[in-house]
Nanobody, 127 residues
Framework: VQLQASGGGLVQAGGSLRLSCAAS????????FGWFRQAPGKEREGLLC????????FSRNSAKGRFTISRDNAKNMVYLHMNSLKPEDTAVYFCATYYPGRDVVRCGISEQLYDHWGQGTLVTVSS
């Protein structure tokens, strides 16, 4: 299983970015996906996830209203849509995945759930 995150870069505060996660080596529709980030000097935190069935999502409070997650199983892609970016959103963003077993309609953002991780893409938000 390989995950390749891309789409990071430098953006001004208030701007938007879409991060992409290309998945290979798995049947995307059977897996749960999540996005995480690690800001400088801080621990990695989970942001959002999307279930394998029903595209049900869960978001961390700090991500609600500004960030959304989506998936395109036909393209083996998962996306993180970020709007109204703030300087405090500056971080390395990671996509990750786990096989949910029977729990196909829910997802979680606890790191311990995730088996496979991408390499991260840096997002820098300037003020």
């Amino acid at each position: 299983v390989q995950l390749q995150a891309s789409g990071g870069g430098l953006v001004q505060a208030g701007g938007s970015l879409r991060l992409s996660c290309a998945a290979s080596g798995l049947t995307t529709e059977s897996y749960t996906f999540g996005w995480f980030r690690q800001a400088p000097g801080k621990e990695r935190e989970g942001l959002l996830c999307i279930s394998s069935v029903g595209d049900n999502t869960f978001s961390r409070n700090s991500a609600k209203g500004r960030f959304t997650i989506s998936r395109d199983n036909a393209k083996n892609m998962v996306y993180l849509h970020m709007n109204s970016l703030k300087p405090e959103d500056t971080a390395v963003y990671f996509c990750a995945t786990y096989y949910p077993g029977r729990d196909v309609v829910r997802c979680g953002i606890s790191e311990q759930l995730y088996d496979h991780w991408g390499q991260g893409t840096l997002v820098t938000v300037s003020s």
